[in-house]
T-cell receptor, first 115, second 114 residues
Framework: NAGVTQTPKFQVLKTGQSMTLQCAQDMNHEYMSWYRQDPGMGLRLIHYSVGAGITDQGEVPNGYNVSRSTTEDFPLRLLSAAPSQTSVYFC??????????????FGDGTRLSIL | AQTVTQSQPEMSVQEAETVTLSCTYDTSESDYYLFWYKQPPSRQMILVIRQEAYKQQNATENRFSVNFQKAAKSFSLKISDSQLGDAAMYFCAYYSGTASKLTFGTGTRLQVTL
């Protein structure tokens, strides 16, 4: 009954450091996505994937990389952390039909602070 | 690009009363879906209700219902018999069937008072 698992839950980085936010789902979902949530701005789509080996950019992709080598995992990489990337990050998944027919299952979020 | 606007940053309702949260969107597409998500202080995102654009009938889920006005591009959420557990941030969201992307509004914080 794990659903969508995000690790870590909290992280503090220094400017210029790199790191990977992990996201794993055990529901065999094909559609996965990453959002960032900033105060007063709602959730914004960073990258998404409609299946293994396929990724695409969302609304705010700059400074982030993703890959989808397996159906289960969809890691988000910060190449060189900047204070503007301080945010709460959510990973979500749904089946191959995407969010249209099924509710997206969200992880619990990762709170990331860049100093 | 599609935009979703929630013009009410905060709303308050007394327990057992009814409240309506507003949402408007801008699109030229015909294939889209609309959602309301709830985010309690636990930060978890919970789907409240979903509406297909091609359906004229307004969606209903227990105490939650929507008023979908397609021509006006309006998608409001009505919560009846409000409960303390309804206190949360509520996000309106638009899903593009062609672009496979979900766009969120900025949210409305709902307070429920005794």
């Amino acid at each position: 009954n794990a659903g969508v698992t995000q690790t870590p839950k909290f992280q503090v980085l220094k400017t210029g450091q790199s790191m990977t936010l992990q996201c794993a789902q055990d529901m065999n979902h094909e559609y996965m996505s990453w959002y960032r949530q900033d105060p007063g701005m709602g959730l914004r789509l960073i990258h998404y994937s409609v299946g293994a080996g396929i990724t695409d950019q969302g609304e705010v992709p700059n400074g982030y990389n993703v890959s989808r080598s397996t159906t289960e995992d969809f890691p988000l990489r910060l190449l060189s952390a900047a204070p503007s990337q301080t945010s709460v990050y959510f990973c979500a998944s749904s089946d191959r039909r995407g969010p249209r027919n099924q509710p997206q299952h969200f992880g619990d979020g990762t709170r990331l602070s860049i100093l | 690009a599609q935009t979703v606007t929630q013009s009410q940053p905060e709303m308050s309702v007394q327990e057992a009363e009814t409240v309506t949260l507003s949402c408007t969107y801008d699109t030229s597409e015909s294939d889209y879906y609309l959602f309301w998500y709830k985010q309690p202080p636990s930060r978890q995102m919970i789907l409240v209700i979903r509406q297909e654009a091609y359906k004229q009938q307004n969606a209903t889920e227990n105490r939650f219902s929507v008023n979908f006005q397609k021509a006006a591009k309006s998608f409001s959420l009505k919560i009846s018999d409000s409960q303390l557990g309804d206190a949360a941030m509520y996000f309106c969201a638009y899903y593009s069937g062609t672009a496979s992307k979900l766009t969120f509004g900025t949210g409305t914080r709902l307070q429920v008072t005794l």
